[in-house]
């Protein structure tokens, strides 16, 4: 049900505004800290006024008397199951349970208040006739005022809802007022589970009812990718940056430019898992645009880059994939990196959602767009172009340790809260974009922005910035610039120290449950249960025998 619900949330409170000025976006320059904080805005707008139109619609159509019928025993031969059924006493006088009903047979002077978890479920069992009668599972936590003599009740209540009961525990209750909390995990049909919460939140016995997560995952986390075939699910929030949008843009008075960005996008938007990446012919001037850029990279990679973006520079040379006079074909990207590091390409037709690129990450795999910038402006770009993607990201995603950094930065993302999602993306924003490091006591960069823009590459290195050392903790709150360089910059002692200290910091993370890629399967596992764990250990000390047994033979080779 968990997973279910998370793709109705996602569904329900999915961005549909346009990533614009006209729309509230903070600035004109597109960055993915400003698009975190846009989707965490428009998200929390959207979703209270879902809450508040489906808590009207219920009460509008008289939901609340439905709820209160469920659970009053009624003395005419009604059938409908209640949790007085069998057992009325303590709780129902004359038939009836001990709340306030008016003349009408509604509840005196208060509105029932779907909770969010019920919205989700009600849409969920809404789509469609057999969609209500899906079986789902679900957590029940009930605190119980009466203690143990209402157990029988609860489980004659889910026994009329055709219910079946899979684990029940009790715990004395630490809160005031209440003996006992029973957490009881119950598989039904939507319909039916929906009616139980109803009927036993109406219920005098208990305190609260609260449907909790499943297996640690809330129906309130938002919705994530499982396979890399969901990730064709991460493109349908793609937000648009019209160049008509923006004055300051420089294909704004280009009608020819525009449609050909509108034609880009079209061939990205088709794409699907398992597809060939789409041949992109690119023109006389998107060639030279691309060839004044490399060359000046060319010049500038020797004395400012860091060594594994130069080494992996220097394969790509020679792989005849990085050359002056044309752009790469990511088809032809992504099979060099699938070799080198397992990360892959997609095409993307513009921008994504911070969480859904992050999200893509985990997978190994990079969203690239595959349009050009506009040639008056070849060393500057509102927004990535495939000319930023390819020398600015590429090099780097070839490196191991890189690769497994922007990597961990994606599994981080999965199910994180919409203020993780930003901090992430801040992280993101002073490494993968904006980050140097140590080589020798001196300062190179590795960050993509950095190297693929002349002017900003050049003040990172200069004595004019504040430099800090790289620290999540700190990082991930700091306040960026996006209408000029940088003030602050951060340094990363190497990768490895990085990833170290990321995996340090995500660990504090709210998120309740551990994922794991199986790059065998292309699937996200979340470890939820003791079986995956021991699957897992079982894997993990396979190839501990096997390292040991190449020590081990290598050893013995050595004193031959």
């Given at each position: 049900?968990?997973?279910?619900?998370a793709?109705k949330?996602?569904?329900?409170?999915?961005?549909k505004k346009?990533?614009?000025?006209?729309?509230?976006?903070?600035?004109?320059?597109?960055?993915?800290?400003?698009?975190?904080r846009?989707e965490?805005?428009?998200?929390?707008?959207?979703?209270?006024?879902?809450?508040?139109?489906?808590?009207?619609?219920?009460?509008?159509?008289?939901?609340?008397?439905?709820f209160?019928?469920?659970?009053?025993?009624?003395?005419?031969?009604?059938?409908?199951?209640?949790?007085?059924?069998g057992?009325?006493?303590?709780?129902?006088?004359?038939?009836?349970?001990?709340?306030?009903?008016?003349?009408d047979?509604?509840?005196k002077?208060?509105?029932?208040?779907?909770?969010?978890?019920?919205?989700?479920?009600?849409?969920?069992?809404?789509?469609?006739?057999?969609?209500?009668?899906?079986?789902?599972?679900a957590?029940?936590?009930?605190?119980?005022?009466?203690?143990?003599?209402?157990?029988a009740?609860?489980?004659?209540?889910?026994?009329?809802?055709?219910?079946?009961?899979?684990?029940?525990?009790?715990?004395?209750?630490?809160?005031?007022?209440?003996?006992?909390?029973?957490?009881?995990?119950?598989?039904?049909?939507?319909n039916?589970?929906?009616?139980?919460i109803?009927?036993?939140?109406?219920?005098?016995?208990?305190?609260?009812?609260?449907?909790l997560?499943?297996?640690?995952i809330?129906?309130?986390?938002?919705?994530?990718?499982?396979?890399?075939?969901?990730?064709?699910n991460?493109?349908?929030?793609?937000?648009?940056?019209?160049?008509?949008?923006?004055?300051?843009?420089?294909?704004?008075?280009?009608?020819?430019?525009?449609?050909?960005?509108?034609?880009?996008?079209?061939?990205?938007?088709?794409?699907?898992?398992?597809?060939?990446?789409?041949?992109?012919?690119?023109?006389?001037?998107?060639?030279?645009t691309?060839?004044?850029?490399?060359?000046?990279v060319?010049?500038?990679?020797?004395?400012?880059?860091?060594?594994?973006?130069?080494?992996?520079?220097?394969?790509?040379?020679?792989?005849?994939?990085?050359?002056?006079?044309?752009?790469?074909?990511?088809?032809?990207?992504?099979?060099?990196?699938?070799?080198?590091?397992g990360?892959?390409?997609?095409?993307?037709?513009?921008?994504?959602?911070?969480?859904?690129f992050?999200?893509?990450?985990a997978?190994?795999?990079?969203?690239?767009?595959?349009?050009?910038?506009?040639?008056?402006?070849p060393?500057?770009?509102p927004?990535?172009?495939?000319?930023?993607?390819?020398?600015?990201?590429?090099?780097?995603?070839?490196?191991?340790?890189?690769?497994?950094?922007?990597q961990e930065?994606?599994?981080?993302?999965?199910?994180?809260?919409?203020?993780?999602?930003?901090?992430?993306?801040?992280?993101?924003?002073?490494?993968?974009?904006?980050?140097?490091?140590?080589?020798?006591?001196?300062l190179?960069?590795?960050?993509?922005?950095?190297?693929?823009?002349?002017?900003?590459?050049?003040?990172?290195?200069?004595?004019?910035?504040?430099?800090?050392?790289?620290?999540?903790?700190?990082?991930s709150?700091?306040?960026?610039?996006?209408?000029?360089y940088?003030?602050?910059?951060?340094?990363?002692?190497s990768?490895?120290?990085?990833?170290?200290?990321f995996?340090?910091?995500?660990?504090?993370?709210?998120?309740?449950?551990?994922?794991?890629?199986n790059?065998?399967?292309?699937?996200?596992?979340?470890l939820?249960?003791?079986?995956?764990?021991?699957?897992?250990?079982?894997?993990?000390?396979?190839?501990?025998l096997h390292?040991?047994?190449?020590?081990?033979?290598?050893?013995?080779?050595?004193?031959?």
């Amino acid at each position: 049900m968990a997973v279910a619900a998370a793709q109705k949330n996602r569904e329900m409170f999915a961005i549909k505004k346009s990533y614009s000025i006209e729309n509230g976006y903070p600035s004109r320059r597109r960055s993915l800290v400003d698009d975190a904080r846009f989707e965490t805005l428009v998200v929390k707008q959207t979703k209270q006024s879902v809450l508040e139109e489906a808590r009207a619609r219920a009460n509008d159509s008289g939901l609340e008397t439905d709820f209160i019928q469920d659970v009053v025993h009624l003395s005419n031969g009604d059938k409908t199951p209640t949790v007085e059924d069998g057992t009325q006493q303590d709780e129902t006088k004359n038939g009836q349970l001990d709340v306030d009903i008016d003349d009408d047979g509604g509840k005196k002077d208060e509105d029932y208040t779907l909770t969010e978890e019920e919205v989700i479920l009600q849409n969920a069992a809404s789509e469609n006739p057999e969609a209500e009668n899906v079986i789902q599972k679900a957590a029940l936590l009930l605190r119980m005022r009466d203690g143990m003599g209402s157990l029988a009740r609860i489980l004659k209540t889910i026994d009329n809802y055709k219910g079946c009961v899979e684990h029940l525990e009790t715990r004395p209750s630490q809160a005031g007022g209440i003996q006992f909390d029973a957490l009881v995990k119950v598989s039904m049909t939507r319909n039916n589970l929906l009616q139980l919460i109803r009927s036993l939140r109406q219920s005098t016995s208990f305190a609260g009812v609260n449907l909790l997560s499943e297996n640690n995952i809330s129906n309130k986390t938002p919705w994530f990718p499982r396979h890399a075939v969901d990730l064709d699910n991460c493109n349908h929030l793609m937000t648009k940056y019209e160049p008509e949008l923006d004055m300051n843009h420089p294909g704004f008075a280009d009608k020819e430019y525009r449609e050909r960005r509108k034609q880009i996008a079209e061939i990205a938007f088709a794409y699907k898992y398992g597809d060939p990446i789409p041949f992109i012919s690119y023109t006389e001037s998107e060639n030279s645009t691309w060839q004044r850029v490399f060359n000046t990279v060319l010049d500038l990679m020797p004395k400012h880059a860091c060594k594994e973006y130069k080494a992996a520079f220097n394969k790509l040379q020679e792989a005849d994939i990085f050359v002056p006079h044309r752009i790469p074909q990511l088809e032809d990207v992504s099979n060099f990196l699938r070799k080198h590091t397992g990360f892959t390409l997609r095409p993307a037709a513009g921008l994504l959602t911070a969480r859904d690129f992050l999200a893509s990450l985990a997978f190994r795999v990079f969203q690239s767009t595959q349009y050009v910038r506009h040639a008056n402006s070849p060393f500057h770009t509102p927004e990535p172009d495939c000319i930023h993607e390819l020398l600015g990201h590429i090099p780097l995603l070839a490196d191991p340790s890189f690769a497994q950094f922007s990597q961990e930065i994606g599994l981080a993302s999965l199910g994180a809260s919409d203020s993780e999602i930003e901090k992430l993306s801040t992280v993101y924003w002073f490494t993968v974009e904006f980050g140097l490091c140590k080589e020798n006591q001196q300062l190179k960069a590795y960050g993509a922005a950095l190297l693929s823009s002349i002017g900003e590459l050049l003040h990172a290195l200069s004595d004019k910035p504040e430099l800090r050392p790289f620290e999540p903790a700190s990082t991930s709150i700091q306040p960026y610039q996006d209408q000029e360089y940088q003030p602050i910059y951060y340094v990363a002692e190497s990768f490895e120290d990085a990833k170290e200290k990321f995996r340090r910091w995500v660990s504090t993370m709210s998120r309740p449950f551990e994922v794991r890629f199986n790059p065998h399967t292309e699937r996200v596992e979340v470890l939820d249960s003791v079986d995956k764990l021991e699957t897992l250990i079982w894997q993990l000390n396979t190839e501990m025998l096997h390292l040991t047994n190449a020590i081990k033979k290598l050893k013995s080779t050595h004193f031959e």
